[in-house]
Every structure is written in structure tokens, then in C-alpha cells.
């Protein structure tokens, strides 16, 4: 089995974060944390356990924080037990090519998506019965007994197989193709967030960052509600004219509170020291960055009573970020994390299976979002790429299985 995956190993994390961003060839040191490697492929653990080979995988953002050390040891999840390692590559779409004598779900030659598998380990996973509530629910990224002993997954997206639990992979539509199903994953962090909180006909609502995550949530906005107003903010070129494509109306390229001003016809307001605040500002920001700087601007681009998602993940704590327009303006601060189950018009269902919906509908253009393919044994170059989004034009870097 090959894999890249990373190893909760203090020293060699701390060092990783220390020197990684003087000179990234250090992840793969044998100083770093990370490895990259030919394994023993791993027995079964369990009769509902299956082995699945890997087709292609898209390289997220969150696997870089896990390579790179992005995140700082003081959050709060941080104090968690979690997992001893962390196998890199979840946006990927694979194929059965084993499963235990107890599975039921599956049949060898069925193309699975990766579900809850990079989490860990969660009720269903162990097996454990009653359930916890949040298992009961379906949102297995909370589940509460995730520590318990018991068996667990082997490998990852970024490889050529992983072992895992039946319920912590899902079936893919069949009438989608490798690239659409590869990027069913990434689409539902976007489908997640917007039917959380979902904007109306006639909102103004604004895009923070035009990664794949914010570039996705422009499109899910757009086809879960056309008669919103979107406003996107996109760094680079690239960015501004995909963003377009998917459904902006207003692009902003910096960190403008007069341009917010005069987009949503609200009025901008400074002071000596101050960046200033819009009042009346967008009805509904999803910020798909959610770093201090961006959080900071959001709450004073918002208007009162509006409401901030934070799409975006920021692996550090935020102390400078001013939250006084929560009780001064009313506004809304909330967060989502990955993918579950939503309610959308009455109707209660797996994230994936919006998405399914959405592409059955024709409301998911994915033309021009892969914008590099990689081999797997190219994968340094492929991190590479990812990593310098504005000098190479990436949206969605894929590693493609050439084994």
C-alpha cells in the first residue's frame, strides 16, 4: 500500500512548523513528521471492513495544514486525543476491491467516495450500540466515543488503496464520471454551509476568498438561490474570472470598505484608528478564508442582523479579532465544518446526496476547475503546485492513481 500520511509526533511537527515555510523540501525529511511510503497492505480488521483502490484524489487544503503544520497546538481541538496518524487525501473517488464477509453496503467493482474515513473513528466505525446522539443524527464528525478502542482505517486518497468501514465510505451516482464524483467531497463542504444558512431571492451576499471552497460556494449559491446578488473578493485574475463564470456579479480584488459600501448601498464609515464599518451592509457573508483579517472585515461588511459563516478554517486561535459588532449590529457568527446531513425544503438527507441532485439538475458546471493533473509518484511536484496558487493558476490540483 502506498501512502503519504502524517505522524502526531510533537518534536518533528513543531520542527516542521518552524522551518517548513523557509524551506518546504522539509516535509519530506525524515526530520518531518510526514512520510511517504510503501506499506504492507493491511489485513481486514473486521468482517464489515473493505479494501478499496484509489482512482484519483484532489489535494485539499486541509491536507496541506496537516503536511505543512498550519495549525497551532493552543486550539481547542488540539486538546483532543484524536488520531496517533493522520493519512493524507480524502477528496478522492475509488473502487471495491475487497470487502469482509459482513459488509452489506457494497460488492467488489462498486466506486465508493470517501465519507467520514479521514475523520476516524466514530460509533458506527466501532460498532458501538446505542449510538451517541450525534451518530444517531448522522454527524459523525461530533460523535463523542470517537476515542474508544477499536479498530481502525489504513491509508488514505493520497495512495493506492485504503482499508476502511463500510459506513465511512459512500456510494457514488453512477451517472457521474471520475471527475465529477472525485469532486462530490469538496462540493458538499460548500452545499453544507449554504443550506445551513441559506440566503433568499434579492440577497446581497458576499464570498470571501475564491479557492476551490469559495469558488464552489459561489456556484452552490448560485444554483441553490439564481435571484441572489453575489459579490465574490478573489485575490488573483485567475480567481475573479472563474468566480465570474460561476455566478458573481460584483468582484473585489482587495479588502475595499468603500467598494462594499457602494455595492450593497450601504454607508462606510472611519476614524483616526479605525478601519471603519459599513451599516447596511451584505445580508449574508460566507467567508471561505476565516482568518482574523477576514473575520474582522466580514463582521463590519455585514448588516445588522446579518450573518457571517465561517466556511473557511483557521488553525489558530483569533485574539485580535473585534467581535463587538456580534452585540452591536446583532450580527450572526457561525461556523460549519465538513459535510453530514442537511434539511433543504422539508426534505432531511445525506450532504452527498445534494450534491447528487444538483449535478442531476444540471446546476454544477466543473469546466476549467481541475486545472492540474499529477501522477501519483509526481505528488511533490503536485504539493508543490498547490501551494503556489497565483504563479501557477491552480484551482483543484488532482493526484491520479498511475498504478
Given at each position: 500500500m502506498r501512502a503519504i500520511y502524517v505522524d502526531k509526533h510533537i518534536p518533528r511537527a513543531l520542527l516542521t512548523k518552524a522551518l517548513a515555510p523557509l524551506w518546504p523540501g522539509f516535509v519530506w525529511t525524515p526530520l518531518s513528521a510526514a512520510r511517504a511510503a510503501e506499506l504492507a497492505d493491511p489485513p481486514l480488521p473486521g468482517p464489515r471492513w473493505l479494501r478499496v483502490h484509489n482512482l484519483q484524489c484532489g489535494i485539499c487544503a486541509s491536507d496541506l495544514s496537516l503536511l505543512f503544520v498550519h495549525a497551532d497546538?493552543?486550539?481547542?481541538?488540539?486538546?483532543?486525543?484524536?488520531?496517533?496518524?493522520?493519512?493524507?487525501?480524502?477528496?478522492?473517488?475509488?473502487?471495491?476491491?475487497?470487502?469482509?464477509?459482513?459488509?452489506?453496503?457494497?460488492?467488489?467493482?462498486?466506486?465508493?467516495?470517501?465519507?467520514?474515513?479521514?475523520?476516524?473513528?466514530?460509533?458506527?466505525?466501532?460498532?458501538?450500540?446505542?449510538?451517541?446522539?450525534?451518530?444517531?443524527?448522522?454527524?459523525?464528525?461530533?460523535?463523542?466515543?470517537?476515542?474508544?478502542?477499536?479498530?481502525?482505517?489504513?491509508?488514505?486518497?493520497?495512495?493506492?488503496?485504503?482499508?476502511?468501514?463500510?459506513?465511512?465510505v459512500y456510494p457514488a451516482a453512477p451517472e457521474l464520471n471520475t471527475d465529477q464524483a472525485m469532486l462530490v467531497e469538496p462540493i458538499s463542504i460548500a452545499v453544507y454551509g449554504v443550506m445551513r444558512f441559506p440566503p433568499r431571492p434579492g440577497d446581497r451576499v458576499m464570498v470571501i476568498g475564491a479557492g476551490i471552497i469559495g469558488l464552489l460556494t459561489v456556484m452552490v449559491v448560485h444554483a441553490l438561490e439564481p435571484q441572489a446578488e453575489i459579490t465574490v473578493l478573489a485575490r488573483y485574475p485567475h480567481q475573479q474570472q472563474m468566480a465570474e463564470k460561476l455566478g458573481a456579479r460584483h468582484l473585489l480584488s482587495r479588502a475595499d470598505y468603500a467598494a462594499v459600501a457602494r455595492i450593497t448601498g450601504g454607508k462606510f464609515f472611519s476614524a483616526p484608528l479605525n478601519r471603519g464599518v459599513v451599516v447596511g451592509g451584505f445580508d449574508l457573508i460566507y467567508d471561505c478564508v476565516a482568518d482574523p483579517r477576514t473575520t474582522n472585515n466580514a463582521l463590519r461588511w455585514v448588516r445588522a442582523g446579518g450573518t457571517v459563516v465561517m466556511i473557511g478554517a483557521h488553525m489558530a486561535p483569533m485574539p485580535k479579532v473585534d467581535l463587538t459588532p456580534i452585540w452591536y449590529h446583532h450580527v450572526n457568527l457561525v461556523g460549519t465544518y465538513g459535510h453530514g446531513m442537511n434539511n433543504w425544503n422539508g426534505v432531511h438527507k445525506h450532504t452527498y446526496e445534494w450534491v447528487f441532485d444538483l449535478f442531476r439538475q444540471d446546476k454544477l458546471e466543473i469546466n476549467g476547475l481541475i486545472t492540474h493533473r499529477f501522477p501519483l509518484r509526481d505528488y511533490k511536484e503536485a504539493i508543490r503546485v498547490a501551494t503556489a496558487k497565483g504563479r501557477e493558476r491552480a484551482i483543484k490540483v488532482i493526484l491520479v492513481n498511475d498504478a
Amino acid at each position: 500500500m502506498r501512502a503519504i500520511y502524517v505522524d502526531k509526533h510533537i518534536p518533528r511537527a513543531l520542527l516542521t512548523k518552524a522551518l517548513a515555510p523557509l524551506w518546504p523540501g522539509f516535509v519530506w525529511t525524515p526530520l518531518s513528521a510526514a512520510r511517504a511510503a510503501e506499506l504492507a497492505d493491511p489485513p481486514l480488521p473486521g468482517p464489515r471492513w473493505l479494501r478499496v483502490h484509489n482512482l484519483q484524489c484532489g489535494i485539499c487544503a486541509s491536507d496541506l495544514s496537516l503536511l505543512f503544520v498550519h495549525a497551532d497546538p493552543a486550539i481547542a481541538p488540539a486538546a483532543l486525543p484524536g488520531l496517533a496518524r493522520f493519512w493524507l487525501g480524502h477528496e478522492t473517488v475509488s473502487v471495491v476491491t475487497e470487502a469482509g464477509p459482513g459488509v452489506t453496503r457494497f460488492r467488489v467493482g462498486d466506486r465508493v467516495l470517501m465519507d467520514t474515513h479521514f475523520a476516524g473513528a466514530n460509533c458506527e466505525t466501532l460498532e458501538i450500540e446505542p449510538k451517541c446522539r450525534y451518530c444517531a443524527e448522522g454527524d459523525y464528525h461530533f460523535c463523542v466515543n470517537k476515542s474508544e478502542p477499536g479498530p481502525r482505517g489504513a491509508g488514505g486518497g493520497f495512495g493506492d488503496s485504503y482499508v476502511t468501514h463500510e459506513t465511512a465510505v459512500y456510494p457514488a451516482a453512477p451517472e457521474l464520471n471520475t471527475d465529477q464524483a472525485m469532486l462530490v467531497e469538496p462540493i458538499s463542504i460548500a452545499v453544507y454551509g449554504v443550506m445551513r444558512f441559506p440566503p433568499r431571492p434579492g440577497d446581497r451576499v458576499m464570498v470571501i476568498g475564491a479557492g476551490i471552497i469559495g469558488l464552489l460556494t459561489v456556484m452552490v449559491v448560485h444554483a441553490l438561490e439564481p435571484q441572489a446578488e453575489i459579490t465574490v473578493l478573489a485575490r488573483y485574475p485567475h480567481q475573479q474570472q472563474m468566480a465570474e463564470k460561476l455566478g458573481a456579479r460584483h468582484l473585489l480584488s482587495r479588502a475595499d470598505y468603500a467598494a462594499v459600501a457602494r455595492i450593497t448601498g450601504g454607508k462606510f464609515f472611519s476614524a483616526p484608528l479605525n478601519r471603519g464599518v459599513v451599516v447596511g451592509g451584505f445580508d449574508l457573508i460566507y467567508d471561505c478564508v476565516a482568518d482574523p483579517r477576514t473575520t474582522n472585515n466580514a463582521l463590519r461588511w455585514v448588516r445588522a442582523g446579518g450573518t457571517v459563516v465561517m466556511i473557511g478554517a483557521h488553525m489558530a486561535p483569533m485574539p485580535k479579532v473585534d467581535l463587538t459588532p456580534i452585540w452591536y449590529h446583532h450580527v450572526n457568527l457561525v461556523g460549519t465544518y465538513g459535510h453530514g446531513m442537511n434539511n433543504w425544503n422539508g426534505v432531511h438527507k445525506h450532504t452527498y446526496e445534494w450534491v447528487f441532485d444538483l449535478f442531476r439538475q444540471d446546476k454544477l458546471e466543473i469546466n476549467g476547475l481541475i486545472t492540474h493533473r499529477f501522477p501519483l509518484r509526481d505528488y511533490k511536484e503536485a504539493i508543490r503546485v498547490a501551494t503556489a496558487k497565483g504563479r501557477e493558476r491552480a484551482i483543484k490540483v488532482i493526484l491520479v492513481n498511475d498504478a
